[in-house]
């Protein structure tokens, strides 16, 4: 069966609505005789005539008197489905918005992001996933609305990424560890027991390749695979955890924290969503709270 051609929806309406030929042409902006073949078209396709002779007017069928109300509907709907997005209304908005994070990023700006949110709109529900990798399929298939985390070559080409803040790897201990007092040198930096933060289960990154021009390498004691687990150890022992600094700021609350004694290149978190969803009215105004919260501190 063929698809119907639903432009002649538009023409039905107006024929109904006007009772007249001459006038529906008028309204769509049509020549007499165009009108007169859509007419035609709709006939056939209705089976009916729809407006018959009555004298010098035209009156309509059982069917057309049927079908006014109806065709006057599905054209309204048809025309709101295309109209730019109206105004949000917040306080109605019932919908639950799927975050795909780092670690650490709930954990840091969780909190203020589900009380703004909150207070604006009661009906939106957060949920945060875990990110145990860079694919970009959930994003894709809308199983995630929006991500956090650095843009990387496995990022799909169409994604849209707009940068949140820059990061800083840090140094943490507990308080009165070694380190915690006097100047932080590369070799006693490198002389004590490390935490490497890794999700692959790599035993070496970028601060091991720092420390190489001096000569050094760090003993590690364990490898983890976050940064919420690298700090509580390091809280309850003499461990070295070196973690992002703003990506963790609540989670290091009573430990020490200290810059790097070497030079590693800061980071670039970003906010990445699919853009099916650029236009969207609540996702983009929940994409302006979480770049509101990250925005970089002053």
């Known amino acids: 069966m063929s698809t119907p051609d639903f432009n002649l929806l538009v023409t039905l309406d ?7 030929v001459a006038r529906a042409a008028q309204r769509l902006r049509l020549s007499p005789s165009a009108m007169s073949r859509a007419l035609a078209r709709l006939r056939e396709t209705v089976g009916d005539p729809l407006l018959v002779r009555a004298g010098r007017s035209l009156v309509p069928t059982p069917r057309a008197l049927e079908l006014r109300e109806r065709v006057r509907q599905l054209v309204q709907d048809g025309e709101a489905v295309l109209r730019p997005a109206e105004k949000l209304n917040l306080k109605q908005l019932v919908r639950t918005f799927t975050l795909r994070t ?31 990798n860079k694919d970009s399929a959930p994003l894709r298939d809308g199983t995630v609305d929006l991500e956090t985390g650095v843009v990387a070559d496995t990022t799909a080409p169409e994604v849209r990424a707009q940068a949140l803040f820059r990061d ?30 890794s999700r692959r289960g790599l035993d070496k ?33 003499d461990l070295i955890a070196t973690v992002p600094e703003r990506h963790t ?14 030079s590693l290149p800061e980071v670039t978190v ?29």
């Open 14 to 20: 107006a024929v109904l609505a006007e009772g007249s």
């Open 102 to 132: 780092g670690e650490g990023f709930v954990e840091n700006f969780g909190p203020v992001l589900i009380a703004r949110i909150g207070e604006e709109a009661p009906g939106v529900r957060l949920r945060f996933v875990q990110k145990p």
């Open 168 to 197: 800083r790897f840090i140094g943490v201990v507990r308080m009165g560890h070694a380190l915690s007092k006097g100047k932080i040198t590369p070799s006693r930096y490198a002389a004590g027991k490390h935490i490497v933060v």
């Open 205 to 237: 990154g970028s601060v091991d390749e720092a420390l190489e021009p001096f000569g050094l390498e760090r003993k590690i004691v364990t490898i983890v695979g976050g940064f919420s687990t690298a700090l509580a150890l390091a809280r309850a022992s």
């Open 249 to 262: 700021g609540n989670l290091r609350a009573g430990m020490y924290s200290f810059p790097l004694p070497v």
């Open 270 to 298: 970003s906010l990445l969503w699919h853009p099916r969803l650029d236009s969207d009215l609540a996702h983009r105004w929940l994409r302006g709270h979480v770049r509101d919260i990250c925005a970089p501190i002053r």
